[in-house]
């Protein structure tokens, strides 16, 4: 009797066990298949990247893209909102066309740089100047009204455009050696012949726009093939365009030489006043635990010289595809599951921050915040962001994850805070357990990263897929988990230079009047 009594028991217990485990199983499962035969991915990318392009803060495709995930939310049963955190200065791109008129005709490679202030659709033509050689800020101040009428050119002429890993595979060694040296030569004597002026990079511009140029030409080579970076203008009135590392090359010798080449700019744009900014919110609401919450976090916004296909469009894909799947799978979580559309990041993470300093009564009950934001690549690493605990939550929800996915994942544990880089640093400055779903490169760094390159072509949309399955599941288990998460901080290092403890970070106060 009494070997019965324990043997039904036992029986009893396997059973509630594997009952447990089945459904968990049959959730995970589901939300594998679907990923897998219903991805929305090629379509969502499409839409967004293409439809409706880059999401530079402050434009009205910015505005569109969170009226587009607010629609896509709804029509998948998910409610939403676009919530306003401040304003910032409203502009849209229009045109460019840049094109070499004397000696003889080119068209050439080139964008306006974002806020740029237009030109009419007429253009501008005039000849090209670079700086000369400065020995002190008296000699170019005397200098200086050289560039009345003038296009400026601010960037150091390259010497190769071909990037370091194809020297390496080509060039003899001795010749690669010789390349790096004779550049790091020329790049220290341009910097400091600019230092020379009595300016710097930046500063020197309003000085040239002040001293009557007609424009500034600028080149931001990215270090890899046809890849430029494309940042802000820092004219006034004036156009500023970068034009590409070998047009702007051939420009620059012909100066040099003396042919005297002259360009015709169209640059338009529209100023457009002042205009408000949002974050996207949207949530599964919990069941039991509706007052707790698990975060997924991927910035909106992004530069605007390509399409922001992998700053930060793969890991709004990921977000919406997981928050999608989420919501047919798991429709009734057991804690809010909301995900978090950032605006502003590029410009120091302001939409995640106002929205940490708006909604204490979120950010104090958060279970996990997990975050993508570096390119279309695979998540390879996580680490702990310097809470004691993670190791316990994290691994426990990793086991959850096929093993072809985790097998790529190395954790470091407890890890260290993040103090910026991603919108994770805001929740973690905050005090709660956000953590970084880091990607392979991909060449991100060089090749997409806020340059004209960042388009759909570079998306591999496997690893997006792998990363969508990733955060869904993560999601899925740190709603279920029977405890709240710790919240406990490692205590920091001595920092080597000022000989003090590490502090944890601080919130940051956000910029919630931009660009005015
Ligand atoms: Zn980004």
């Known amino acids: ?119 009419s659709s007429k253009g501008v033509t005039a000849e090209l100047i670079v700086l000369p050689e400065i020995r002190d800020s008296i000699s170019f101040r005397k200098w200086l009204p050289n560039v009345k009428g003038k296009f400026v050119m601010v960037a150091m002429k390259q010497p ?39 300016y710097d990079r930046r500063s020197i511009i309003p000085a040239l726009e002040e001293a009557g140029a007609v424009g500034i030409v600028d080149s931001y080579w990215s270090k890899a093939f046809g890849a430029n970076k494309i940042f802000g203008a820092r004219t006034k009135k004036i156009p500023t365009v970068d034009i590409q590392l070998e047009d702007y090359g051939m420009l620059y010798r012909m100066v040099e030489h003396g042919d005297k080449p002259k360009i015709h700019v169209v640059a338009e744009s529209k100023d457009l006043g002042v205009v408000p900014t949002f974050n996207t919110i949207a949530e599964i609401k919990g069941t039991e635990k509706p007052e707790e919450y698990v975060i997924l976090s991927a910035h909106f916004d992004s530069w605007d010289g390509g399409t922001g296909a992998t700053d930060n469009g793969t890991g709004t894909l990921v977000m919406m595809e997981a928050m999608r799947i989420l919501k047919k799978v798991y429709p009734n979580p057991k804690r809010t599951i909301l995900v978090g559309h950032w605006g502003s990041e590029e410009q120091g993470l302001n939409g995640s921050s106002s929205f940490v300093a708006d909604h204490p009564e979120i950010v104090n009950n958060i279970q996990a915040v997990f ?29 959850a994850v096929p093993d072809t996915i985790r097998k790529h994942i190395e954790t470091t544990f407890p890890g260290w805070p993040a103090r910026g880089g991603s919108d994770n640093a805001s929740f973690v400055a905050a005090g709660a357990p956000a953590f970084n779903l880091s990607s392979l490169s991909w060449d991100y760094w060089n090749y997409t990263w806020h340059t004209n390159l960042d388009t759909y072509d570079k998306i591999v949309f496997d690893d997006v897929q792998s990363n969508v399955i990733l955060t869904a599941i993560m999601a899925y288990m740190a709603s279920e988990d029977d405890s709240k998460t710790s919240r406990e901080q490692i205590i920091l290092p001595i920092d080597d230079k000022t000989g003090e403890r590490q502090t944890w970070p601080t919130p940051r106060v956000p910029e919630r009047k931009g660009g005015q």
Not at 375 to 391: K, M, P
């Open 371 to 399: 975050n993508q934001d570096n390119g279309t690549g695979r998540v390879t690493s996580i680490n702990g962001a310097g809470f004691l605990h993670s190791y316990d939550y994290i691994s426990r929800w990793l086991k």
């Open 1 to 119: 009797m009494k070997k019965l009594y324990c043997l039904t028991f036992a029986f009893l217990l396997f059973s509630a066990l594997s009952t447990f485990s089945q459904e968990k199983n049959e959730i995970i499962e589901n939300i594998q298949k679907e990923a897998y035969e219903n991805s929305q991915l090629e379509i969502l990318a499409h839409e967004l990247l293409d439809d409706i392009g880059p999401r530079l803060v402050g434009t009205p495709q910015m505005r569109q893209a969170h009226d587009w995930a607010v629609a896509k939310y709804k029509s998948w049963g998910i409610s939403a909102e676009n919530q306003q955190w401040g304003e910032w200065k409203g502009w849209e791109r229009g045109i460019t066309h840049i094109d070499m008129v004397s000696p003889r005709v080119q068209t050439l490679s080139g964008t306006q740089l974002a806020w740029n202030p237009g030109t």
């Open 160 to 198: 190769t455009g071909r990037p370091d890993d194809n020297w390496k595979e080509w060039a003899t060694p001795e010749s690669f050696e010789k390349m790096k040296k004779e550049r790091e030569e020329q790049t220290k004597a341009w910097n400091e012949n600019i230092k020379r002026s009595g």
